[in-house]
């Protein structure tokens, strides 16, 4: 497919290299700009001289619902580098240093996550007991807990105990939303739930055999060379030309860039910096006359 449109993406991390990925497979022209010397954003390795080895620098483990991940890592040839669990299988260490495993059985989801729960030797029966009220999660009605604030509200709504709340609860609110009970939004939550425990194989943990530089950047480059995408790193944008759409963009080397469609993927706030510059820019232009 060769639409004949070009498209512009700005930022390099994850949402900049896929979008450019999933363009460029749509038959898009994809240019695409990054201010860093290397692409990746918050997700990549670095190596650490004294230990000789490389660190992770983001999110290593993934899970079986990430489907246009999965989607990306096959178009970038890196699927190959991931490892998937049978079922969902975690330890967890309390502050003893006790391990407790949670694993999945093989019946149908949600009860292969009741069934694991109720095995589950970190729990007492009193959590148990209150298992039972999970599997109103998985069936993706948001509209009765739209009355709670937040997943913490919804949790006691629910009669989650203190112990399946930390035990469980937490960790997997955190893994998923990289925050706390009391930031998520319950209509998220239930949604993620229904996709995570709904179907058999996406609450799988997906565990890469290699580092995020070779998961998620290594080969996109070669992608993009072989796609002739255009990649400029260590470029900035200067400023945003806009009436009452994008015109162009200028690189802070003066270069302007004229695209059929403009992408920002970074950060709102560096996004927000761009657009006061264009609107301090114009005031003075118009100062001027």
């Known amino acids: 497919m060769n639409s004949g449109k070009t498209v512009t993406i700005i930022g390099a991390g994850i949402a900049g290299l896929s979008s450019a990925v999933f363009l460029t497979e749509k038959g898009f022209k994809v240019t695409l700009i990054e201010s860093s010397p290397k692409a990746g954003g918050r997700a990549y390795s670095f190596y650490d001289n ?16 990430y489907e246009n991940t999965f989607e990306y890592l096959r178009l970038t040839d890196s699927l190959k580098y ?23 059985t093989d019946d149908k989801p949600p009860m292969n996550l009741v069934m694991g729960l109720l095995k589950f030797k ?27 604030k937040n997943v913490k ?3 006691k709504g629910l009669k989650q105990t203190e112990n399946l709340t930390t035990y469980f609860w937490e960790p997997l609110i955190l893994a998923a939303f990289n925050t706390s009970p009391e930031n998520v939004s319950p209509e998220l939550f239930v949604n993620v739930m229904k996709t995570g425990f709904s179907e058999s194989g996406n609450s799988n943990l997906v565990i890469p055999s290699v580092d995020l530089n070779k998961l998620l950047i290594d080969n996109a480059m070669k992608y ?19 009436t009452d759409k994008v015109n162009f963009i200028t690189l802070e080397s003066g270069e302007k860039i004229i695209s059929d469609q403009y992408i920002s993927a ?24």
């Not at 996004?271 to 232009?285: P, S, T, V």
């Open 153 to 155: 509200e919804l949790l």
């Open 82 to 104: 991931v490892n998937i669990q049978r079922s969902l299988e975690v330890n967890f260490i309390n502050k003893k240093k006790e391990i407790f495993k949670l694993k999945c």
């Open 266 to 289: 970074v950060p709102f706030f560096s996004f927000k910096k761009l657009l006061m510059k264009e609107f301090i820019r114009k005031i003075i232009l118009k100062l001027k006359k």
């Open 122 to 148: 970190a729990l007492n029966i009193i959590d148990k007991i209150y298992l039972k009220k999970i599997t109103a999660l998985s069936d993706g009605n948001t509209e009765k807990f739209r009355k709670y």
């Open 50 to 65: 004294e230990r000789k080895m490389f660190f992770d620098n983001g999110q290593h483990i993934l899970a079986g619902w």
């Open 224 to 242: 993009f060379k072989e796609k002739n995408v255009t990649y400029k790193a260590g470029v900035k944008v200067a400023a945003i030309d806009i």
